[in-house]
Every structure is written in structure tokens, then in C-alpha cells.
């Protein structure tokens, strides 16, 4: 089974300042996705970026880029210019590219950012 | 286009009870997802339906189950709850795999007393 950490339970920043966010994962498959969701308190989770694994290079959202080192199993958000807006939980998930695996989804632990004024 | 609708937002039950919630997919979308949040065990799957077919089932015991139905719709049902089914369940739909991203409703907070 599958295994996401996140080591990091809260985070902060400055406004205008860039913050880096980590993730770990375990697996022994080659291809799967791997994803950066953000929870504010509304409680919906919203997809902030995403990266398959046979890519090797890292994705990019505006603001938000992603290190992925495939080898280690990592997979780091890095958030620049933060706003205030983008303090919520941030949760990294995975997901297996295997037939029967479906649309499941395994999430670490989370990390609170805080962005401060 | 709606997004993903989840009901009730909120729900209070007693122990013993069951409960059943409800989580209607973005149009088109014919896989539904079920979560559990809470604050000691994080995000954890339940299950995945996929055409009115369970696909996947995550490890809890038999008191959670759920359907879907032909128009994609889907419950969930809690029966004999327990004060630790106090969470936040989300559901999420997505439209066949693969390269698909999973949109995530505003949850139900169920609260068990």
C-alpha cells in the first residue's frame, strides 16, 4: 500500500514572501499521479496542481510549482509571492495509474500555511 | 456548469442511529468518491462508485456502505453510528480515468452525541 507524509504540520510565511511545502511517498509502482490539494475553511478541497510520474519535468500553476524527484519520492510545493489567500490546510495525495485502482486517492497528513500580513 | 452538491451541509445524530448523506457529481461524471476527515486519522477513502458499481473499498468496517444510482447520484449510509463517525465526509466526482482530476464537494460535518 501506498504511503504519503507530510512533514510539516504548520507552516508560515510573509505576504509577498515564497514558502516550500514537503511531501514524502512510498510506493513500489513506476506510474501514478501525484497532486497538491488546498482546503481553506470552507472546507472544499480544491485541486492547486498536479504531476505524473512519467514526467520528468515539474508542473507549474501560476504562483505554484512543484520539485518532484521521482528517485527520492518527493514532492514539494513552492508557493511564490503568497498572498493571503493562500492560507489554508494543504494536502499531498497519490494516486496509482495501476487497472484496478480506480480514482482513490492517498493523502498525507496535511500542513496548515499561515500567511501573514 | 454545478459543481459537486453534497447533503445535508450539517447533521446531528445519536448514537445508535444511522444515517444516510448524499452527494450529487458534476454532470457527466460517473465516478463518485467518499471521504472521511477528522482531525486524528486525517483523509481516509471509504469507497469508490463507478456506473452504479462499487470499485474500491477503503478499510473500514461494514456499518459504511453506499449505492449509486443510474443518474450518478450517490449515498453513503452509516448504520449503529459511534461518537468517532463524528467527521467531515467528502465526496468527490471525477469522469473516467485516466489523466482526470477529482472535484470535491463542501462536505457533510456529521456530529454524533
Known amino acids: ?117 | 456548469k454545478a459543481g459537486v452538491t453534497q447533503t445535508p451541509r450539517y447533521l446531528i445524530k445519536t448514537r445508535g442511529q444511522q444515517v444516510t448523506l448524499s452527494c450529487s457529481p458534476i454532470s457527466g461524471h460517473r465516478s463518485v468518491s467518499w471521504y472521511q476527515q477528522t482531525p486524528g486519522q486525517g483523509l481516509q477513502f471509504l469507497f469508490e462508485y463507478f456506473s452504479e458499481t462499487q470499485r474500491n473499498k477503503g478499510n473500514f468496517p461494514g456499518r459504511f456502505s453506499g449505492r449509486q444510482f443510474s443518474n450518478s447520484r450517490s449515498e453513503m449510509n452509516v448504520s449503529t453510528l459511534e461518537l468517532g463517525d463524528s467527521a467531515l465526509y467528502l465526496c468527490a466526482s471525477s469522469l473516467s480515468r485516466p489523466n482526470t482530476e477529482a472535484f470535491f464537494g463542501q462536505g457533510t460535518r456529521l456530529t454524533v452525541v
Open chain 1, 1 to 117: 500500500a501506498q504511503t504519503v507524509t507530510q512533514s510539516q504540520p504548520e507552516m508560515s510565511v510573509q505576504e509577498a514572501e515564497t514558502v516550500t511545502l514537503s511531501c514524502t511517498y512510498d510506493t513500489s509502482e513506476s506510474d501514478y499521479y501525484l497532486f497538491w490539494y488546498k482546503q481553506p475553511p470552507s472546507r472544499q478541497m480544491i485541486l492547486v496542481i498536479r504531476q505524473e510520474a512519467y514526467k520528468q519535468q515539474n508542473a507549474t500553476e501560476n504562483r505554484f510549482s512543484v520539485n518532484f524527484q521521482k528517485a527520492a519520492k518527493s514532492f514539494s510545493l513552492k508557493i511564490s509571492d503568497s498572498q493571503l489567500g493562500d492560507a489554508a490546510m494543504y494536502f499531498c495525495a497519490y494516486r496509482s495509474q495501476a487497472y484496478n485502482a480506480g480514482n482513490m486517492l492517498t493523502f498525507g497528513g496535511g500542513t496548515r500555511l499561515m500567511v501573514k500580513p
